[in-house]
């Protein structure tokens, strides 16, 4: 269950990564509470994910859920640049999670 915790944590992270852009400095109030609950959910389900996963795997996994996540989102909703470099260090980052997944099978 940690695994599934952390992988929900690291998608709020990205919806409130994403959200800080609509949010206009926290000028704008819907966005800036939905924003900040993002942030509390994300915190609350990464902190119950370090319960049985070390912290290091942990904040790994969840930044690079959240990098790829957002740097994915931007290409799309902000037409952020598509570079094939990008794509590919992307990918690194992703073999990188796998890759701690698959050394952390001993725990939860």
């Known amino acids: 269950m940690a695994w599934l915790y952390l992988c929900i944590a690291g998608l709020f992270e990205c ?3 994403i959200g800080l852009k609509y ?3 926290f000028t704008k109030p819907v ?3 939905l924003t900040v609950v993002a942030m509390i959910i994300s915190f609350w389900l990464l902190s119950i994910a370090m319960k ?7 904040y790994a996994v969840w930044t690079g859920i959240g ?3 957002v740097t994915i989102l931007g290409m799309f909703l902000f037409n952020e640049s598509k570079d ?8 690194l980052i992703v ?11 001993g725990e939860a």
């Open 23 to 25: 949010t206009e400095g």
């Open 15 to 17: 919806a409130w990564a």
């Open 84 to 91: 094939i470099l990008r794509i590919l260090c992307l990918l």
């Open 31 to 33: 966005p800036t509470v």
């Open 52 to 58: 049985s996963i070390p912290v290091g795997t942990a």
């Open 67 to 69: 990098a790829v996540g």
């Open 95 to 105: 073999t990188g999670i796998v890759g701690l997944k698959l050394v952390s099978k």
